[in-house]
């Protein structure tokens, strides 16, 4: 199946929203029983995150707490998806940088955050193979945010305690403001 072609991929699913309790909990890794589990549940990782739009997106954002992420940081060029099953962060730069981040599950919210420049990611594709990637600029930055909610963590977890909270009561009222309509 073509991950990027409209018509073959599944229904999207819902994204969580921040402060879904399961977007702070610890995802499991993917054992050879969840084999077709993860078959199912990468389509439809790909398919929410590109209606979203987005450039990433992991699994307990749509409700699963296995360790499952999808990236395409090139949607609109030329499509680029991946899917990590269990990945890590192996090795990683000591200089870092600063880019602005957004999340699906905290539409319409963007800060400056500072991780490391590069990254190496051990991974397990859809077939089980072990693979590596190596990333710098954007790619970087969408690994670690996406593993990042693997474990719980968001961006605003970055920020300081004011920034965060302004952010976090803007999401609440921008939300509140939604079901309203
Ligand atoms: O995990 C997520 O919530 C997805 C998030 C990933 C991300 C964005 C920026 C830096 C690091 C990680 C998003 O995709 S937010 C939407 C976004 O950035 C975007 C959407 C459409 C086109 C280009 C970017
Ligand atoms: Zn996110």
Do not use: W
């Amino acid at each position: 199946m073509l991950v990027t072609d409209a018509e073959t991929l599944p229904k999207p699913l819902p994204i969580l929203i921040v402060p879904d309790p399961t977007l702070r909990k610890t995802a499991r890794a993917v054992t050879p029983a969840d084999a077709e589990a993860v078959r199912s549940l990468i389509p439809a990782m790909f398919s929410t995150m590109y209606k979203a739009p987005g450039i990433g997106l992991a699994a307990p954002q749509v409700g699963s707490l296995l360790r499952v992420i999808v990236i395409d940081i090139a949607p609109d060029k030329t499509p680029s998806p991946i899917a990590l099953v269990n990945p890590e962060v192996v090795a990683k730069s000591d200089e870092l940088a600063t880019r602005e981040e957004g999340c699906l599950s905290l539409p319409d919210q963007y800060a400056e955050v500072t991780r490391p420049a590069r990254v190496k990611v051990r991974y397990q594709d859809e077939q089980g193979i072990k693979r590596e990637i190596e990333g710098d600029g954007l790619l970087a930055a969408c690994l670690q945010h996406e593993i990042d909610h693997l474990n719980g963590v968001l961006f605003v977890d970055y920020l300081s305690s004011l920034k965060r909270n302004m952010l976090l009561r803007k999401l609440a009222k921008d939300q509140k403001e939604r079901r309203g309509r």
